[in-house]
């Protein structure tokens, strides 16, 4: 194991709690959308995990970021125009969201939160983390490609491919905030 890529990786206000970096999204309560003022931070994170990262960015389109993590992902997404979604950076998944926690050094949600089955240990996500950065890099792109959404509708899409369809009741538009 690792344990650069292990430890948490920031020591700014240790102990914040995790609701001053995430809230949830009025999607899917399997999505995270990260405060403007931390997604440099979350996006470093990440960056720094060792998982590759899929790209999307054209003349005249919305441009993403996406990186596979544990049974989810992180986005980042830049919209031109007028968005169905607004930009900004997401997670998906529970696990990925305590994961990030912890290398964040942020004070995760005491209980499982709505959609969570169980609270996993931190060492568990660990492990599975150090599996994920064994796997094929092809594989794994398909995973963060799969986290590319425009609108509601598509981040509904992805998580049902990651957490299945009874993850995907919630179905109210997100807003920026």
């Known amino acids: 194991m690792n344990a650069s890529h292990n430890a948490p990786v920031t020591s700014s206000e240790p102990g ?6 995430f809230h949830r999204s009025r999607i899917s309560p399997h999505v995270f959308v990260v405060a403007d003022a931390e997604a440099e931070q979350v996006n470093q994170v990440v960056a720094n995990l060792g998982l590759p990262q899929a790209t999307s960015n054209s003349l005249f389109d919305n441009a993403h970021w996406a990186t596979p993590l544990l049974d989810g992902a992180v986005t ?3 919209t031109y125009g007028l968005p169905a979604l607004p930009s900004g ?3 998906y998944g529970h696990r990925p969201l ?3 926690c912890h290398l964040m050094d942020l004070r995760p949600p005491a209980r499982a939160l709505t959609g969570e089955r169980h609270v996993p240990d931190i060492d568990q996500l660990l492990a599975h983390l150090d599996r994920q950065r064994q796997a094929e890099p092809e594989v794994l792109l398909v995973q963060a490609r799969t986290a590319m959404a425009n609108d509601a509708q598509e981040v509904l899409t992805a998580v049902r491919v990651f957490f299945g369809d009874e993850a995907a009741d919630v ?4 807003r920026p905030g």
């Open 16 to 21: 914040r709690v995790w609701s001053k970096v």
């Open 89 to 91: 950076t997401r997670v």
């Open 98 to 100: 305590r994961l990030l």
């Open 171 to 174: 179905t109210a538009v997100e």
């Open 76 to 78: 980042r997404l830049l």
